[in-house]
């Protein structure tokens, strides 16, 4: 699929950001059900980014995935209660499609986010780092279940932030574009440092020079994304005859009406989050994976938290998707 440069710069607005340790299900309220039995007593596997892992800026900081397992109000907690799973937890925040195929032995090369965005932050804030692919691999082949949640740090945090970085070569007064960008992305609180960004960028005169930026990097990342998808769900079929289940993305800016550069933030969450979902919808069937819709979730600007992660609401929402659209009795 080639996304043209009008289309990518309708995407700008969009960044959501996001070793195995078996948790126990846990999740109140949520029991197993019969229906669900081929998946019991076996083992779950979750790979993907914050979203996963229950990232929720309303408790104090605690860090999710990478170890920590899963926050209790989280969709993998309740799959888990009714599917009558352990969860292996592969997720962590900022993960990309090709950060799980490198997780998994791919033949993936690291760049300036892994290196610089992951590594030298959020695993060292975690004071973890990945597992190795043996180690992913032999839980694989335990699972019944697989759930993966990317998409988001592929074709919206990654491009961003490697803008960033772009920027900085042109001349010192842009570092602090380029620290607007991380903090943006590492705090999930997008409306308003994104005001500030765009605020930053004009008053600096390099608005021009950080979308082209942005744009370029925004085509290799969906390039990039096209490629290491596939090869991540092979991967796994070739490990495990676990049910995989993709889960969509949804636009977490559906009901903000904020105007950046000119630009409505819904309008244009819309369009990047139609695109990805298009793309991951279509290659369901060639593939061989579960497509599930979960573009309704409900995210924290609902209740007057400017953030857009789910609400506890919006994870059960998302949980009954999945369990509605898995094989089941």
Request: aromatic residues 10%.
């Amino acid at each position: 699929m080639k996304l043209c440069k009008r289309t990518l710069a309708a995407f700008l607005m969009l960044v959501l950001f996001g070793s195995v340790f078996m948790i126990p299900a846990s999740a109140a309220g949520w029991k197993y059900d019969r229906a669900y039995q081929q998946y019991k007593g076996k083992t779950y596997t979750v790979f993907g980014d914050s979203i996963p892992t229950g990232f929720d800026p309303t408790r104090k900081p605690l860090l999710y995935g990478l170890g920590d397992g899963v926050n209790p109000n989280a969709y993998p907690e309740r799959v888990a209660s009714v599917t009558g799973t352990k969860i292996a937890q592969y997720s962590y925040d900022g993960c990309r499609s090709k950060d799980v195929l490198m997780m998994l032995g791919g033949n993936v090369t690291k760049d300036r986010y892994y290196a610089q965005f992951l590594e030298k932050g959020i695993f060292v804030e975690a004071k973890r780092v990945p597992p190795k692919a043996s180690v992913v691999k032999k839980t694989l082949k335990k699972s019944s279940l697989v759930t993966l949640n990317v998409g988001n740090n592929d074709i919206f945090t990654a491009p961003l932030i490697m803008a960033g970085l772009d920027i900085e070569k042109l001349s010192d007064v842009s570092t602090k574009t380029a620290e607007l960008v991380r903090k943006a992305v590492k705090q999930g609180l997008l409306t308003k440092d994104f005001e500030q960004l765009f605020t930053t960028l004009n008053t600096l005169g390099i608005t021009a020079v950080f979308l082209s930026a942005m744009l370029v990097e925004m085509e290799k990342a969906f390039a990039e994304m096209s490629v290491a998808f596939p090869q991540v769900i092979a991967t796994v079929k070739a490990n495990s005859d676990a049910e995989i289940a993709v889960v969509s993305m949804y636009n977490p800016f559906r009901s903000v009406e904020t105007e950046v550069a000119g630009l409505k933030m819904s309008q244009l969450g819309d369009m990047g989050v139609n695109m990805v979902n298009v793309y991951l919808k279509s290659n369901a069937a060639v593939l061989g994976y579960t497509y599930v819709d979960v573009t309704k979730t409900e995210c924290f600007y609902d209740v007057g938290k400017d953030d857009v992660h789910p609400t506890p609401k919006g994870h059960s929402y998302m949980a009954k998707q999945i369990l509605k659209a898995i094989p089941h009795k």
